[in-house]
Structures are given as C-alpha cells and as structure tokens.
C-alpha cells in the first residue's frame, strides 16, 4: 500500500469511528439493527495503520483534520472536494506516475485524485 | 434516493450467485465487481475498509441478510450492489443464520451520516419483508434477479 492509499484509509477509517462514536449515529444504527461493540478494535487497527505512515505525513495529516474535521479531500472533476477550487491541471499527477500525497494549495488538504 | 443508485438494468451491479464461500472473500468479489462497474476507484482499499467495519460489528442484521456500508473517498456517486449466495455465508449473524442475501452500500466520503444512514434505512426496509426475500433467494435468472432487486429498493 502507497503512503497516499494509507492515508486514504486512515481518512475513511476517522469518518468511520466519528461516526461510531457520535451518539445520534449509534442511536440511528443500533436502530437498524447493527452492532458497534467492536469499537476498541476499529480504533487499535487505526493506531497500526498510522504507524505505517511516514511521521512527516501522519503530522501534516492530524493538524489538517484538527482544523477542518477531515484531512483528505477527494479531487473530482478537477474540483477540490473540501474548499471546491478547481485545480491547475498541471498539479494532476501524470497516468504512470506513483500517486504521492499532495496538499490542496488552496485550503492545505491531502488531495486524492478520482 | 437518486435512482441511479440502484441495480436494475445494469447487471454490473447485480451478483445473482458469489462463488464466495466466506465473508471475506464474498467482500472482495463484491468490492473488484464495484470497481469493474466504476463505482469505486481502488477495490482494495475499499475492502479493507469493509473489513474494518465488520470488526466493528457484523452487517448481518439477520434472516440471511447481511448490509455491509462505507463512505469513503474512493466512492464517486452513491450506489448498491445487491448480491445472493445459494449456499449461504458465515456472516457472524445475530441469529446464526448462514447470509445468502448481501447489499452493499456505497456512499461518497462527503455525505453526511443523515443522508447516508437513510440510505442504509432504505435499504433494510427494502429487505424487511419475507416475500421480498424469497423473490430474490428464488429469481431464476441474473435479470429477474436484477429487476426484483430495483423493485425492491424502489
């Protein structure tokens, strides 16, 4: 796994247990009939999963999702998901290239092209 | 619920029979389907995550059906995959029962928990009902399991 599909994961992971932790979600999904017990575990696969990550970005990360909630934007149709500035296409990684992180320069987020 | 998130005519969102005999693997099939479809980015990244949310708990809510769900950022649009199993998964089920119905339950990592969870409501109210799950654990043919499938959600 790349550092950016690590820190992809780690993005979808945090959404995953502030969801699990938040009590209208759990009131809402214990509802419907889900079981969320296996909190503790969820949250010890996140702390393996960030150790996994270079400490420069694992840094760069938690001080972007303290300031917005979620560290990660997601770059669709050139658009920056987080702050929704379109992106130069020069800052497009080239088809072959191995997807490196990068940062959003408008709003700092980790940017991962769809 | 926008429509387009529903298996229908596009087969490709359809799984009439997992060759998958265990819960992880029936994960994988369904998480390379949805990427072969272009519903998801990176199929595994997607099943770990998948992963990651049965250990939070089962999907399985019981009576052979199981709604695994994740938001995440490789997921471009909303969309369900609906899958059965004849022989019937070990999915850790409340009630014991071997799983043969899966729907799988895409959403963008934007969503809200709002919107995401009705689409999650939605989609076990859809499953609810006895006679909804024996059309689809009886559709004879991908097609007719499809069209149950979109009548079901609908």
């Known amino acids: 796994m790349t550092t950016l599909q690590s820190i992809v994961l780690l993005a979808d992971l945090d959404a995953m247990i502030r969801e699990a932790q938040s009590p209208e979600s759990r009131a809402r999904l214990r509802k419907l009939g889900f079981d ?11 702390a393996r999963l960030a150790d996994t990550i270079d400490r420069r ?15 990660v934007a997601a770059v669709r149709e050139r658009v920056c998901s987080g702050c929704f500035v379109t992106l130069p296409t020069t800052a497009r990684p080239r088809a072959g290239d191995a997807p490196a992180p990068q940062h ?3 709003c700092g987020r980790i940017l991962y092209w769809t | 619920m926008p429509l387009a998130a529903l298996p229908g005519n596009d087969l490709s969102l359809c799984i009439p029979d997992l060759k998958s005999k ?7 099939e369904m998480a390379a389907a949805a990427e072969a479809a272009g519903v998801v980015t990176e199929s595994d990244l997607l099943l770990e995550l998948l992963k990651l949310r049965e250990r939070l708990g089962t999907s ?12 995440s950022l490789t997921i471009p649009h909303a969309r369900i995959l609906v899958a059965r199993s004849t022989r019937g998964i070990d999915w850790q089920a409340p009630d014991d029962v071997p799983v043969q119905l899966v729907m799988l339950i895409l959403g963008p990592a934007e969503w809200s928990d709002d919107a995401f969870h009705a689409l999650v409501a939605r989609a076990a109210a859809s499953f609810r009902l006895q006679r909804t799950r024996q059309k689809l654990l009886s559709a004879p043919s991908a097609q007719e399991f499809a069209l149950v499938s979109r009548q079901a959600l609908a």
Do not use: I, N
Not at chain 1, 57 to 71: D, H, I, L, V
Not at chain 2, 22 to 28: F, S, V
């Open chain 1, 104 to 106: 959003c320069e408008s």
């Open chain 2, 60 to 71: 399985s809510l019981g009576k052979a059906v199981a709604l695994p769900h994740a938001r």
């Open chain 1, 36 to 46: 969320l017990e296996g909190l503790p575990r969820v949250m010890a696969a996140r």
């Open chain 1, 57 to 71: 970005w694992t840094f760069s990360y938690e001080r972007t999702r303290q300031r917005y909630g979620r560290a």
């Open chain 2, 22 to 28: 265990k819960k992880d693997a029936a994960l994988a």
